[in-house]
Structures are given as C-alpha cells and as structure tokens.
C-alpha cells in the first residue's frame, strides 16, 4: 500500500497568471488527441477522484497528484489527458504514445529528451499509486489501463449519466487550457466545476469544508484562484451568510466561466461582484 506525504503544497512556480497559447504544433496535438478520442461531451471524472467522503481520513486522489515535489503539474494533466483517450471498456489506450509525444502535447522542455523522463516518472508514479496500470513492450510504448478512480486497484467505473460526477470540457484541450494552466490551478478548477455542480447561481464553501472535502492548502486554493481570475475563467463575487437579524459573515462565491473553457464567446451577463463597503476581498476559500 503506497504511502502519502500528510501535507498539501503546490507545485511549479509561484504564477498569478496563465501561459501564453501554446504554439500550434502543441494546440494541433491536443486537437487530435479530442478527435481520436470521439467525445462529444466532456470526460467524466467520479467524485471520489476530486472529493473524500465525510467519513474517509485519506486525501482524495486530486490533491494526491500535487504532492511530492515538481512533478504535480505533469502527472495531473497526464492522468487528464489519458482519461480523455480512455474512452470504452477495458478502458485503455490501444494505441500506445510514445513519452516524447506525450510531452510534446503538454508543451513540456525538450520532449525528445526530458521532456519523455518527466512524461516517463509521472507514468511510473501513478502506476506505483493505482491510477492505472502498464504493460512493457520491448522496443515499443507500453500499454496503459486506467484503474478505478478510488484508487482501490480495481477496475475502472465509468460515471453512469444517473449519478453525480464533474465534467471536464473538451475545451480543455481543444483550447489549449490543459497547457495554458499551471497544476495548482487546473486542480483548483477541477474543484469549482465540482463545487457548481452544474448549478444556476454562484456557490460557496467555508474554509473547513474545502479543506476537509478537496484537502488543499489554503496556499494552493489562493495561488491557484488568482491564476483562474487572470484568465477570467472564474468570478469570485461575496455574498452575506446568515438571516437577516443574524450577525452575518461575508463569504466568497465562486462561478467558472465554462463558455470560456470551451472557447465560446462570454455572456454580457456577468456574475455581480457585491463587496460591501470597507470590506477586503479575500482570495482563500470562503
């Protein structure tokens, strides 16, 4: 049974904003790899991949993929990816890509040469975690099958339409986002499109349910909510809590643009941001 560092940090650079587009050699890749998997909505993640359960102590796989050291960003977005091509049952990748090409579509630093390592000890770090599993083949790409997302090492459970799941769109690719974004950001996205749930209106959460439901660093949260606005791919707005004849706190709600994510021209409605007079927005949950 693997074991897992008790603290949540982030990884990469401290960023307030996103990357540039990638070139059009990487955004072309990222296309096809949308086109060869077929999908017309978005892929599916299970809710125990991005949230524990009220009565689990263990992180839930998001936040496990951020801890230990830099390679968070590669093995998050790697794992994202690879779920997108994982389309039907066994829940493979039939065609094996190469770690060079690989890195070359998450826009990775010399992907012939560490650019394939990195690709390399991310594929190794979630097999030895139960993400997925590997087949060698001499001379050639290993296959890959993606595990339960529970990661109890049992096999792969699709999300039934029945059943409450986040949807990651396909503009996460097709838009360059899944490169554009740093891991702490795209983490936290991953949790806001979980917190909304596919609601109508904004939603919050205090401080203590975020951290015990997605276990991420108040640093983290912060770090990766300032790139998210950047990109103006989230609305932070503050909305009272409390009745009327209560004393009432100021809390952040939050609303992901997914028009945006998808490429799609933004609405002339916005999200109002209501900050009472005197009162500082804060960037940490709730």
Known sequence: MPTYPRTSRPTGKNVSSPHPMPS?????MLRSLVRKSQRTAGVPLSPSFVRRSDTSDVAPPLALLLRGGQGGAVRLKLYLTMALLAVSSPFDIRDPVPARSWATALALDDPERSGARRVGDAINWLAAHRFLVTERRQGTPGSIRLLNQDLSGGPYVRPTPGSRYVQLP??????????????????????????????????????AQARRRYDLSPDTWTKGLKELKAAELVTVSRRAQGEIFDYQRMRNTYWIHEEKLQGLPTPTTRVRRRVPRGTASGESAG
């Not at 059009?24 to 072309?28: A, G, N, R, S, T």
């Open 24 to 28: 059009d050699e990487v955004l072309d």
């Open 170 to 207: 396909l503009g996460l690719w097709d838009q360059g986002w899944i490169v554009r974004l740093s891991g702490t950001a795209m983490a936290l996205l991953v949790v806001l499109l979980d917190l909304q749930g596919g609601r109508a209106k904004p939603q919050w959460i205090s401080p």
